[in-house]
C-alpha cells in the first residue's frame, strides 16, 4: 500500500480577492518600517488596516448608482 501524504502548507483563509496598491516611495518605506516593528506581513498588515476601515462603514450609504423604483411606478 502506498504511503498516505501528509498536509503540507497553511490551512486555507477562505475566499479572497486580491487587490494591488502601489503607494508612494515615502510611505512605502514608512509601512516597510511599521512591518519590521510588528513582525508581521504587508498583507496581514493591511488586511487589519482595511478591515477596520471598512467597519466603519455603513452599508446604507454604498450604492450601485441606481435609485429604487417604487412599486407603483414599476408597471
Known amino acids: ?3 498516505m501524504k501528509k498536509n503540507i502548507g ?5 475566499a ?3 487587490f494591488t496598491v502601489k503607494l508612494p ?5 514608512k509601512l516597510r518600517a511599521i512591518l ?3 513582525s508581521t ?4 498588515y493591511m488586511e487589519r488596516v482595511l ?8 452599508n446604507s450609504v454604498i450604492t450601485n ?5 417604487p412599486l407603483d411606478q414599476a408597471s
Open 1 to 3: 500500500m502506498a504511503p
Open 10 to 14: 497553511r490551512p486555507s483563509l477562505g
Open 16 to 18: 479572497r480577492e486580491a
Open 25 to 29: 516611495r515615502h510611505e512605502a518605506q
Open 36 to 38: 519590521d516593528m510588528e
Open 41 to 44: 506581513s504587508a498583507q496581514s
Open 51 to 58: 478591515s477596520v476601515h471598512l467597519s466603519t462603514i455603513d
Open 65 to 69: 448608482g441606481q435609485e429604487e423604483l
